[in-house]
């Protein structure tokens, strides 16, 4: 059973940068879609970002294509989120997420395995 495990999440101003770290254990992650979700207060969970096992292909909402980026280390069963140029409705709760395969990455049902979310605050 693969435990996930976020962090980096904290407060940021409007324009600025943070970088959230997944670590997983249990297993490795290289057998793993890996992915992030967010849900803000009210809102359903909506996809961010996804990356293949290898890390050759990465898919992002469009909300955030251009200012995220997706990365993992294998060896390291690690999997990242580089926020840049943040904005307030950037808040919210980050989850990391993981699955067999790669089909439908963006649909929250199809994930096996979640984390427990990070809390990222964006002031205007």
């Known amino acids: 059973q693969v435990q996930l495990v976020e962090s980096g999440g904290g407060l940021a101003q409007a324009g600025g940068s943070l970088r959230l770290s997944c670590a997983a254990s249990?297993?490795?992650?290289?057998?793993?879609?890996m992915s992030w979700f967010r849900q803000a207060p009210g809102k359903e969970r909506e996809f961010v970002a996804a990356?293949?096992?290898?890390?050759?292909?990465?898919y992002y909402a469009d909300s955030v294509k251009g200012r995220f980026s997706i990365s993992r280390d294998n060896a390291g069963n690690m999997v990242d989120l580089q926020m840049k140029s943040l904005v307030p409705e950037d808040t919210a709760v980050y989850y990391c997420?993981?699955?067999?395969?790669?089909?439908?990455?963006?649909?929250?049902?199809?994930?096996?395995?979640w984390g427990q979310g990070t809390q990222v605050t964006v002031s205007s």
């Open positions: 990356i293949t096992r290898s890390g050759g292909t990465s």
């Open positions: 249990g297993g490795t992650i290289s057998s793993y879609g």
């Open positions: 997420a993981g699955k067999v395969g790669w089909g439908a990455p963006a649909v929250v049902g199809t994930y096996n395995y």
